[in-house]
């Protein structure tokens, strides 16, 4: 479909659940050690460019970002200073930030929106902690501790609304409840970092997961003494995984080896390392994914080359 350039290295890029050509992407200066960072929002035009339709400064480096469910113009992003920044893309550059939460003591790094309950999102840090927020809310509703390092991603269950998974450099994937005063299941996912994880969107007990160990694992958590199947394949350690929300059996990864990979969980070549497809568009670390939930088949990369890249997962991405 097409490219488009950031000025600083991208780290995050997101569809809107509401419109089908619309991307937020997060990026951070000097690839999010030090500097400034940029919020971008881009359309994807009937015939393929990618053009800019907002875009917001801040202070510090943003490392992920998130689309209101509930509200078509409302974006979150976190940032290098541990605060949520909330935009309102119908408004001017000029009137955003609409609003700021900072509670989070280290950088803030992972962003959540829930489909079902769609007043509520997530937050996580490198403070170790995950904090559940209302934008109707002064502050967070509730922190959840217990990891004992970073806790690099976290995703809503899909078909259980109070509950979502926590992934951490503690080594372990950590399930949780808003019923239950902690994690209902502590998860010894891999023997390095777990950098991201990921629901199954058509099943609520399979879970995928991505570590510095350069490996994707699938795991059934009513199982959890054994991962399902382990998927090496990638050459540096795995930054994203995501399930695909039109087709069970697939998955897509992205790592640090600057590749996009398209999995299928079904084949027994999976468990071989060959994936279904492969691509290598980027000349830096691959650090942001995400599938349209509206569009069959479109999906979207982001990467430290400064560089977001929208295709059909069928075909091959074209500048």
């Known amino acids: 479909m097409g490219r488009c350039r950031t000025a600083f290295n991208a780290y995050s890029v997101k569809f809107s659940p509401f419109f089908e050509g619309r991307i937020a992407v997060a990026t951070a200066q000097n690839f999010g050690i030090i500097g400034n ?30 689309w209101s469910e509930a509200n078509e113009n409302i974006l979150v992003a976190s940032s290098g200073d541990g605060s949520v920044k909330v935009y309102d893309v119908a408004l001017p550059p000029a009137a955003n930030p609409v609003r700021g939460f900072k509670e989070h003591s280290h950088e803030c790094c992972s962003l959540a929106w829930n489909t079902s309950k769609r007043e509520l999102f997530l937050s996580s840090s490198w403070d170790d902690t995950v904090k559940l927020w209302s934008l109707g809310a002064p502050g967070s509703l509730r922190t959840f501790p217990g990891h004992t390092y970073c806790v690099y991603h976290v995703a809503w269950n899909p078909q259980q609304a109070d509950v979502f998974l926590s992934a951490s450099g503690d080594t372990t994937v950590r399930v949780w409840d808003l019923r239950q005063p902690g994690p209902t299941l502590i998860l010894p996912a891999h023997g390095y970092e777990v950098l991201a994880a990921d629901w199954c969107k058509y099943n609520d007990c399979l879970l995928a997961t991505g570590s510095v160990d350069k490996s994707i694992k699938l795991w059934d958590v009513r199982v959890p003494g054994r991962e399902m199947a382990v998927f090496p394949g990638h050459s540096y350690a795995v930054r994203r995984v995501l399930w695909s929300p039109h087709a069970a059996n697939l998955l897509m990864s992205c790592s640090y080896d600057m590749t996009v990979k398209l999995w299928d969980t079904a084949s027994p070549q999976a468990a071989q390392g060959l994936p279904l497809r492969s691509w290598d568009h980027h000349t830096e670390f691959a650090v942001g994914l995400d599938f349209s939930t509206l569009r069959d088949g479109l999906v979207a990369s982001a990467g430290w080359d400064e560089s977001v890249w929208v295709w059909d997962q069928r075909g091959h991405p074209t500048p």
């Open 37 to 66: 960072g940029k919020q971008h929002v881009f359309e994807v035009t009937p015939q393929g460019g990618i053009v800019e339709v907002a875009q917001y400064d801040t202070m510090d480096g943003l490392y992920d970002c998130a």
